[in-house]
Nanobody, 111 residues
């Protein structure tokens, strides 16, 4: 059974940082492109970053230069480092493999 379990969210002040993790199981992790998507209150899903099996990365313009995606294939874990957080980054963050995603972890940016 494919499982993606996100963690690391929380409440942070503007300008702060968080590191999200996603523990993957039930599939061959290292061969898949993995992504992070988010959904802000009242809005649709927004793709924010992907990392391919060869570690090539892509980012949405809204997070480029502030967020960093990475993966540890030995631990079947995906990461997202969030720096210089803004109030508009408040959302539920999901780890995704294709259209499949986990339950999410909430990130709230507020003073």
């Amino acid at each position: 059974e494919v499982q993606l379990v996100e963690s690391g969210g929380g409440l942070v002040q503007p300008g702060g940082s968080l590191r999200l993790s996603c523990a993957a199981s039930g599939f061959i992790f290292y061969i898949h492109t993995m992504s992070w998507v988010r959904q802000a209150p009242g809005k649709g899903l927004e793709w924010i970053s992907s990392i391919q099996s060869d570690f090539a990365t892509t980012y949405a313009d809204s997070v480029k230069g502030r967020f960093t995606i990475s993966r540890d294939n030995a631990k079947n874990t995906l990461f997202l480092q969030l720096n210089d957080l803004k109030t508009e980054d408040t959302a539920m963050y999901y780890c995704a493999r294709g259209l499949f995603r986990g339950q999410g972890t909430q990130v709230t940016v507020s003073s």
